[in-house]
């Protein structure tokens, strides 16, 4: 849970500006996981019992949080096994794109964009699916199966 909220600090200390639009586009790789998931779990159900969902998830996710602990590094000044060439690549061309100027967001042109609300709304229909497949395919399974 608290991976995804940080994934923006951490793109913003690691990633230098002209290649973050590419770094971004992994982000993507949750909908993978999604998708992997359901079917996995399903198997996981057929073949152990449903208990051995949570055991499987509880290990991975365990896993996952010790990588994280183990490997990530608030900045590369603070990593210690990054090389030095790495890091100062790193930091020359973050340090190119810092300002200490403030900057307002222009709220009334945000608002007003018609490729913000399309965004939006195709945000909030992509989520709608998502959560409807997620939450109705127990149901869909149970029918299918005669489980009654």
């Not at 995804?4 to 996981?33: C, D, M, Q």
């Not at 019992?49 to 602990?69: D, E, H, N």
């Not at 222009?106 to 018609?114: D, G, H, N, R």
């Amino acid at each position: 849970g608290f991976v995804w909220p940080s994934l923006h600090a951490v793109t913003a200390a690691w990633v230098p500006p002209n290649e973050r639009s590419k770094f971004i586009t992994s982000y993507n790789g949750n909908s993978l996981g999604s998708a992997l998931t359901l079917p996995l779990c399903g198997q996981l159900i057929h073949w152990f019992g449903w208990p051995s969902v949570f055991y499987v998830t509880g290990v991975l996710g365990t896993l996952w949080y010790a990588a994280w602990v183990l490997l990530m590094f608030d900045s590369p000044e603070k990593h210690p096994r990054i090389s030095s060439n790495e890091r100062n690549y790193i930091l020359e061309q973050i340090g190119k794109a810092k300002t200490n100027e403030k900057l307002s967001a222009p709220w009334l042109k945000i608002f007003t964009s018609v490729n913000v609300w399309l965004i939006i709304f195709v945000q909030w229909g992509t989520y709608w699916c998502l959560f409807t497949a997620i939450t109705q395919t127990p149901t869909y399974l149970y029918t299918l199966h005669g489980w009654d």
